[in-house]
């Protein structure tokens, strides 16, 4: 069973448009986030979302929302999408540290090309 | 705030033969954790190892193995018997550990790991 899973696997589209990626994860895990990898590989978290409280928000544009209808979901919306914005997006889940061991899981990545 | 620094932006090594990556991080923390990724092509981030900063006792699985030095806050990954499975970009992370606060990973440039046949 797929732990992490992101919908859709590749996005093209155009500049200016609206886009949303979703994510799901089985694992029963307080805590998901958002990492941007850029073309160059890096990887950058944009946002994690524990209980339904935004935790994190790392000078990401306002253009980039996180929605968590509840707490194994938590999809990506993109408004008036920007060349720069392309770049693979991908989720990862983790427990809160409560003295137990804890890693983040990652989903299989979104790449997204914008035109 | 957190560092992560991967110095070898690439390396490669014949199969069968050892290979060590770098990776150096700079933190005020007394408690964390530290990672090593695998993103093969297909882009999926894998865990490889991980290790807890309080333990003195280098993490191993398998042909993967680290040598963690606190003091000098280094955390390489030693590939041992290296397979052609094992080309891939490899990332090292590091993440904070404090109790009711979110612990945010922090991630390397990456280092590109080819295994020759």
Not at chain 1, 37 to 65: A, C, G, H, W
Not at chain 2, 36 to 55: F, G, H, T
């Amino acid at each position: 069973d797929t732990a992490v899973s992101q919908t859709p696997k590749y996005l093209v589209t155009q500049m200016g448009n609206d886009k949303s990626i979703k994510c799901e994860q089985n694992l029963g895990h307080d805590t998901m986030y958002w990492y941007k990898q850029d073309s160059k590989k890096f990887l950058k978290i944009m946002f994690s979302y524990n209980n339904k409280e935004l935790i994190i928000n790392e000078t990401v544009p306002n253009r980039f929302s996180p929605k968590s209808p509840d707490k194994a979901h938590l999809n990506l919306h993109i408004n008036s999408l920007e060349l720069g914005d392309s770049a693979v997006y991908f989720c990862a889940s983790s427990i809160p540290w409560t003295g137990t061991k804890e890693t983040q899981y990652f989903g299989p990545g979104t790449r997204l090309l914008v035109l | 705030a957190q560092t992560v620094t991967q110095s070898q932006p690439e390396m490669s090594v014949q199969e069968a033969e050892t290979v060590t990556l770098s990776c150096t991080y700079d933190t005020s923390e007394s408690n964390y954790y530290l990672f090593w990724y695998k993103q093969p092509p297909s882009r999926q981030m894998i865990l490889v190892i991980r290790q807890e900063a309080y333990k003195q006792q280098n993490a191993t699985e398998n042909r993967f193995s680290v040598n963690f030095q606190k003091a000098a806050k280094s955390f390489s990954l030693k590939i041992s018997d290296s397979q052609l499975g094992d080309t891939a970009m490899y990332f090292c992370a590091f993440m904070k550990l404090r109790a009711g606060d979110n612990n945010d990973m922090r991630f390397g440039a990456g280092t590109r790991l080819t295994v020759k046949p």
